[in-house]
């Protein structure tokens, strides 16, 4: 059984840095891609940045240039860091495993940006 655990999450002011972690474990197939979606209180979760198994990522427009997806084939883990936070960034956000045999959620960490 594969598990998706997402840390990190915190409140922190307009304009400040966050790091989520988020790690998985169990019987991980290979290759797999790695993605973090978020959710806001009333609105679609939406997707928010990927990366495959060799390291290509992807954003959505609205998050390009503040935040960078990286991962750890090693550990099972993979990274955002979110710089220049806006308040239209709080949501919880989800870290989603995707292999050939199907889709992983996390549980989902809280972001709240404060202005």
């Known amino acids: 059984q594969v598990q998706v655990v997402e840390s990190g999450g915190d409140l922190v002011q307009a304009g400040e840095s966050l790091r989520l972690s988020c790690a998985a474990s169990?019987?991980?197939?290979?290759?797999?891609?790695m993605r973090w979606y978020r959710q806001a209180p009333g609105k679609a979760r939406e997707f928010v940045a990927g990366?495959?198994?060799?390291?290509?990522?992807n954003y959505v427009d609205s998050v390009k240039g503040r935040f960078t997806i990286s991962r750890n084939n090693a550990e099972n883990t993979v990274y955002l860091q979110m710089n220049s936070l806006k308040s239209d960034d709080t949501a919880v956000y989800y870290c989603?495993?995707?292999?050939?045999?199907?889709?992983?959620w996390g549980q989902g960490t809280q972001v709240t940006v404060s202005s």
């Open positions: 169990g019987n991980i197939f290979r290759p797999n891609t």
């Open positions: 990366i495959s198994s060799t390291g290509i990522p």
């Open positions: 989603a495993l995707i292999t050939g045999r199907g889709t992983t």
